[in-house]
């Protein structure tokens, strides 16, 4: 099984909590390993510190090992890595260690797992799974899967053992076994061939001190087989001559060896011992039974001698058992041929010394020349320091001029400091006056409120009465046939008599109704516990005046889908067509999943008074949406359902009614009460409800799904049965925690009691990215959380972008965003602008408007229709927001464009992992600008860009974007 057999599985999605990764020590211990060793240091790229421990190797490993390391330190060879590993893991300075083989390189899922838990360490030793490719080959079904290595740990938790196959000490209870399902590993390129096994097999079990093989008895034969079998039992394969039995016996070879060398050992079997013994009794046996060999004149053939630099050793004692008659030429011939070989090594001895003297005098050659390098450098030197005191004198020139011109500019600010007061005292009393003003003004404003209160609670009785309920039918009939009653009126005016006998009637008629029933004061109507089952004949209106203003749009005919069985009501405060900021964007794309998905939404539109749109973008929204209604605070309905459609009868000049009573609101008892009431009115206004009320009669939805938790107000009027959705956006309990604290408000911060009560009035809650899909299931526990992002087309077709350097900012004028924009241009842009004169900042959308003066090198465009050309040239894209709540969609939409993003923290929460090669993190203003410069100064990997939007295109699809939304409808 190759490599390309290894498990690959997209990262699973990380919530960045801001944590602060440790710092991580990479260390490689090599030894003539050149064919592999690039591969595995490439693996460890992620590391803060890389050293390589060489142990003098003799092919190249140092020299291409320096090209990826930190450092590379040489030492000693030695046969086994044991004897090398306590000193190179004390070698590292950081506490977190990453020590791997030269033969062993992580595969990506295993580095994406160690940088995860750098951030957040669940355990101090970390054994990974090893697999090991023996002859080339890894295959699963062999006996060596899986298996577990302790690669990475803290410094602090192990301890290392110089026995061979020792390993390390370390507290089991702190280690954690790393799953392999996900592709997590070590490829272990241990063994290319059987040789190469044999060789370190015979290497390793050669050592004195190493783990041996365990054995019970001393029969060898049955422990060979034991051995054997052993291996082959955990094979999970039967083919006989297969890839796993062979491995299982080439396994059981090293056992057999390293029990046959203890087998020696406790024998006390010294085999070298024994041959030279023998060589002894033969040569005696030799001497005594068989005639010496004569040699004339002894030769020695000198014609291969290349070179010899050790001297002859001792003559050897003269054994007693050699004859004393040996011929005296003889001996003068040994003694001859000693002679010739000692000539022979003074000759290599002085070819060895000349060869010293060159290499000694290029030395010197080299040192002459770098003794004249040090002096031009010196001179060069010399020439600088100069230079630098004759700019220190200038620059102490330009500082004189500087300090006088600063003296004129402080005593002209003065100047105008007096002026700013003498204006600031006359703009002082005019403020006084405009104070007292106002008070008069105040006093008046609270007069005509009690009187108006007074009012309304005399209009409130009269709609209590029975005289009010009587003559309801009489008012529906006047509101519907408004020429009929103007007849009536002029009938009447025409014939007195039966006027006042009509009058006579009515009085009578009341007499008796008060007569049957005594009166009673009006009270306000208590406040619901629960539901409220709202009475259409009782519910008073805030304004008389108020009536429904029914108008059908002339658009384009589109087709409708009000038939299907799975109706969706849904309700905001935003025009989400054309989006022009990231939650009209997100509410679009979640009505076009859900038509999609075989829903019928009708889309009812209740703008913010600041927020009204224009009859040009009603229209254009009008002609995306089948069914779309927008809900205007005066009682105009705009809409595009077919003409003869029941759903708004009977609406057309109804009086709107106030829920006020109803719903529990007439008198809160604290001022925050008192705000927090305002809110919700003013997201949700009664006409609004009033609306509501008629579309959940007339309709009969399924679903009501509702942006923002503001929009709950109307939920206790609608039907119980109804399921009820909030599509959150926002956690606002968090925004002190994560926005106020930077100064920037927007008035709608909540308790987390307040937001847990409003949250609790749905079923269904929708939560945008997963750290605040958490936070929503602990203020809700009772309620059912999804987590549902938005989904993106990815630009597959994303080129490299032009030489231009040019800096992308897309926004909306939302507070967060402006006060980044300001920031950013102040603490970050001039330090880019300084670095890269050549950069642009392209500023794109309405935050533009808040830039007052415009700096060098930046362009504010306004809104665009179309941005892709604008991401299409961008270098990088900039989310300078610090702080903030929910999904940065913007970032989002940067990313599926397949350009770099540099963002705070909060620019990327709930950001898939499967984005991190194109997002760059700042903590600080400076380090924002340092992301921007690096990004500038590279060049993207088209190859690279294209792999990386596959990957984006399916982890932003609809299908995975939505799942959990729409399994839990299926579900309700």
């Not at 609270?446 to 009587?470: C, K």
């Not at 009270?523 to 516990?529: E, F, H, I, V």
């Not at 935003?574 to 679009?588: D, F, K, L, S, T």
């Not at 294209?946 to 799942?963: C, D, K, N, Q, W």
Request: hydrophobic share 45%; with cysteine; net charge negative.
């Amino acid at each position: 099984m190759s490599i390309e057999g290894a498990r690959e599985t997209p990262e699973a999605p990380v919530a960045n909590t801001g944590a602060i990764r440790q710092q991580v020590s990479g260390v490689v211990i090599a030894y003539n390993r050149v064919d592999l060793i690039g591969t595995c240091l490439r693996a460890l790229s992620f590391v803060d510190e890389l050293l390589v421990i060489d142990k003098s190797s003799t092919d190249g490993t140092a020299e291409l090992a320096a090209q990826f390391a930190d450092r590379v330190i040489v030492v000693p060879w030695s046969p086994v890595v044991e004897e090398t590993r306590a000193f190179a893991v004390a070698t590292c300075k950081h506490d977190w260690i990453v020590c791997m083989d030269d033969d062993e390189c992580l595969s990506v899922e295993a580095v994406r797992f160690i940088e995860r838990e750098l951030v957040s360490p669940r355990a101090s030793v970390y054994l990974l799974p090893q697999r090991h490719y023996i002859m080339g080959q890894h295959d699963e079904r062999a006996y060596y899967w899986p298996e577990f290595q302790p690669r990475f740990f803290s410094k602090k938790a192990v301890t290392f053992l110089e026995t061979v196959h020792g390993g390390m000490k370390y507290d089991e209870a702190t280690a954690y076994v790393v799953s392999y399902e996900d592709g997590t590993c070590i490829h272990h390129l241990s063994h290319k061939n059987v040789e190469q096994w044999i060789e370190k097999a015979n290497r390793y079990t050669s050592r004195p001190d190493r783990v041996r093989v365990p054995h019970a008895g001393d029969d060898v034969v049955a422990f060979s087989h034991e051995s054997i079998n052993r291996y082959v039992s955990v094979t999970k394969s039967s083919e006989p001559g297969g890839y796993p039995r062979t491995v299982a016996v080439l396994r059981a070879l090293y056992d057999n060896i390293d029990r046959l060398k203890t087998w020696e050992e406790e024998e006390g079997v010294d085999g070298d011992a024994a041959f030279q013994a023998i060589c002894r009794q033969l040569d005696a046996a030799y001497a005594r039974e068989l005639p010496p060999r004569k040699v004339a004149v002894p030769q020695i053939d000198t014609s291969q001698l290349v070179a010899s630099t050790a001297l002859p050793a001792k003559a050897p004692k003269r054994d007693a058992a050699i004859s004393d008659d040996v011929p005296l030429e003889t001996l003068r011939r040994a003694i001859e041929a000693l002679r010739e070989s000692l000539r022979h090594v003074r000759a290599a001895a002085e070819i060895e010394r000349r060869s010293t003297a060159a290499a000694l005098a290029h030395e010197r050659q080299l040192l002459a020349e770098s003794s004249n390098q040090l002096a031009i450098r010196e001179a060069s030197l010399a020439d600088m320091r100069e230079q630098l005191v004759a700019q220190e004198a200038k620059l102490q020139k330009e500082a004189r001029a500087n300090a006088t011109l600063h003296e004129a500019q402080t005593l002209q600010a003065s100047r105008d400091l007096g002026l700013a007061r003498s204006e600031l005292q006359v703009q002082y009393d005019q403020a006084l006056v405009l104070r007292q003003q106002i008070a008069a003004v105040q006093a008046d404003a609270d007069q005509l409120r009690a009187d108006a209160a007074s009012a309304h609670q005399q209009l409130h009785a009269v709609y209590a009465s029975a005289s009010w309920r009587l003559t309801g039918p009489m008012r529906g009939i006047a509101s519907r046939h408004p020429k009929a009653v103007a007849g009536l009126r002029g009938f009447l005016r025409r014939h007195p008599k039966l006027r006042r006998a009509a009058v006579g009637t009515v009085k009578a008629g009341w007499r008796l109704i008060t007569l049957r029933r005594g009166k009673r004061p009006v009270s306000p109507a208590p406040a619901p516990a629960t539901e409220v089952e709202l009475l259409p004949a009782l519910a008073p209106s805030a304004d008389v005046e108020r009536r429904f203003d029914v108008r059908r749009l002339d658009v384009p005919s589109v087709a409708s889908t009000l038939a299907s069985n799975r109706r969706v009501l849904c309700v905001s405060h935003v025009m989400p067509y054309p989006p022009r900021a990231g939650n009209e964007y997100r509410i679009h794309q979640l009505l076009t999943w859900l038509s999609s998905a075989g829903y019928s939404p009708l889309v009812v539109i209740c703008p913010l008074p600041h927020e009204v749109p224009s009859d040009k973008q009603i229209a254009i929204a009008a002609s995306v949406y089948p069914n779309f209604i927008v809900c205007g605070r005066d009682g105009v309905i705009h809409h595009n359902l077919d003409e003869d459609s029941p759903l708004l009868e009977g609406l057309h000049g109804g009086v709107v009614r106030d829920f006020a009573a109803m719903l529990g609101e007439q008198s809160p008892a604290t001022q925050r009460e008192r705000d927090l009431l305002g809110t919700m009115r003013t997201f949700c206004p009664d006409v609004l409800i009033d609306l509501l009320v008629k579309l959940d009669a007339n309709w009969n939805p399924d679903v009501l799904l509702a942006e923002y938790v503001f929009m709950t107000r109307a939920f206790a009027a609608m039907r119980p049965e109804l399921l009820k959705v909030i599509d959150t956006h926002d956690v606002f309990s968090t925004k002190a925690r994560k926005v106020q604290q930077y100064g920037v408000t927007d008035g709608l911060a909540l308790s987390e009691a307040e937001e847990a009560a409003l949250l609790k009035r749905a079923r269904l809650l929708i939560g945008i990215q997963p750290e605040e899909t958490r936070d929503l299931m602990r203020l809700a526990p009772e309620c059912n959380v999804v987590n549902v992002g938005v989904d993106f087309q990815v630009n597959m077709k994303a080129v490299v972008p032009p030489p231009q350097p040019i800096v992308l900012l897309v926004a909306s004028n939302n507070p967060m965003n402006v006060k980044g924009t300001k920031d950013f241009l102040s603490f970050s842009w001039p330090i880019i602008h300084k670095e890269r004169s050549d950069a642009e900042l392209h500023i794109v959308g309405d935050v533009g408007r808040s830039i007052a003066i415009v700096p060098d090198g930046v362009k504010v465009l306004g809104r665009l229709d179309d941005l892709n050309a604008a991401y299409a040239s961008a270098t990088v894209v900039i989310n300078p927001t610090v702080a903030g709540t929910g999904l940065k969609i913007k970032t989002v939409e940067a990313i599926c464009q397949l350009r770099p993003v540099v963002a705070f923290p909060a620019g990327v929460d709930g950001i898939s992992a499967a984005a991190k090669p194109l997002l760059h993190v700042a903590s600080d203003w400076f380090l924002f600008a340092q992301h921007v410069l690096r990004v500038l100064s590279e060049r993207p990997d088209a190859e690279m860009l294209a792999g990386l939007g596959t990957a984006l295109a399916r982890e932003f699809s609809p299908e995975i974007v939505y799942a959990e939304l729409a399994g839990a409808l299926d579900e309700l």
